[in-house]
């Protein structure tokens, strides 16, 4: 994978990771269920770890 095309990944992730933390915040504030808090809170998860994932590949591209 070039240096240029792991960055923009690792851009993608960190864009879609603040989505979701701010969206689940929102989803807390207008009185969401736990199952779809949960459902945010899991997709977070993977979020992150794909982004621990990809990160030390993209720092040292």
Do not use: F, N, Y
């Not at 992730?13 to 929102?26: I, M, P, Q, S, Y």
């Not at 207008?30 to 992150?48: D, K, M, N, T």
Request: net charge negative; charged share 30%.
């Amino acid at each position: 994978m070039s240096a240029i095309v792991l960055q923009r990944d690792v851009d993608d992730l960190v864009l879609r990771l603040k989505g979701l933390v701010l969206v689940r915040a929102l989803l807390e504030t207008r009185g969401a269920s736990a199952s779809e808090l949960e459902a945010h809170s899991e997709e977070i998860e993977r979020v992150r770890a794909e982004l621990a994932r990809l990160a030390p590949a993209s720092a040292a591209a």
